[in-house]
């Protein structure tokens, strides 16, 4: 098996065979080799992909592109992904784990829905904190605009955050929050503005309530209704 471009590894003494190196039984000179870490270098590559993607799309992407962006030699993207198709799957699995691991953690947060608009506008606020990835993130979700590979990616986040929702308010609100969120993210990146928790919080309510609304409406609208007569 080749080496791990990325990695140092020990190398033999060139002294002649009949003259080992003092304090050394094998002859060979034992210089402290750094730890290989396969698995995490796996994972800063395909971070380094859905920047990359995020930044130039799935056409544009490149090795030497991956390789620049996580900072090591060209061969190593290559020994870990020998083709580009390898390092695209990666980074999508590898975003898809992060999104997935981020509603989980929404779900938990929300619970049983209790003071919903509070805590679904703290969450939105605890995303962006973090610019770097949130950033990153929205771009590989609007890159989807122009790389179709991207599309189940940029679905998995709505349809799981309107499977989160649903019970706590309702399918109808549960799509219109999702889709307001969406346009909340997008809005603090493009504007620039600090997220204003206050009008995100009664607008989150707003829209729960109107649901709730309709539904009742609807509710009293059935029970108003004279029954059929039998035929």
Avoid at 28 to 44: F, K, L, M, Q, T
Avoid at 90 to 99: F, K, N, Y
Avoid at 200 to 206: K, L, P
């Amino acid at each position: 098996m080749t080496a791990d471009p990325g990695s140092a590894a020990s190398s033999p003494d060139r002294r002649p065979a009949s003259s080992p190196a003092h304090g050394s039984a094998s002859g060979r000179d034992r210089r402290p080799v750094r730890p290989r870490d396969p698995e995490g270098r796996r994972r800063a590559l395909a971070a380094a992909t859905l920047e990359v993607v995020a930044e130039v799309g799935i056409g544009r992407t490149t090795h030497r592109a991956v390789a620049a962006r996580a900072g090591v030699p060209l061969g190593a993207t290559t020994y870990y992904f020998p083709t580009l198709a390898d390092l695209i799957v990666a980074g999508l699995r590898q975003a898809q784990t992060d999104v997935e691991a981020e509603l989980r953690r929404w779900a938990e947060q929300l619970g049983d829905g209790t003071d919903l608009p509070a805590r679904l506008t703290g969450l939105i606020g605890e995303y962006l904190a973090d610019r770097g990835r949130a950033l990153t993130e929205l771009e590989l979700y609007l890159a989807a605009a122009r790389s179709p590979e991207l599309r189940p990616l940029a679905r998995a986040w709505r349809d799981r955050l309107c499977e989160i929702l649903t019970p706590l308010t309702g399918d109808r609100a549960a799509y219109a929050v999702a889709v307001f969120v969406d346009g909340v993210l997008l809005q603090h990146f493009a504007i620039g503005e600090p997220l204003d928790t206050a009008a995100v919080e009664s607008s989150i309510a707003a829209l729960v309530r109107s649901d709730q609304s309709a539904a009742a409406r609807g509710r009293r609208a059935a029970a108003s209704r004279p029954a059929a007569r039998p035929g």
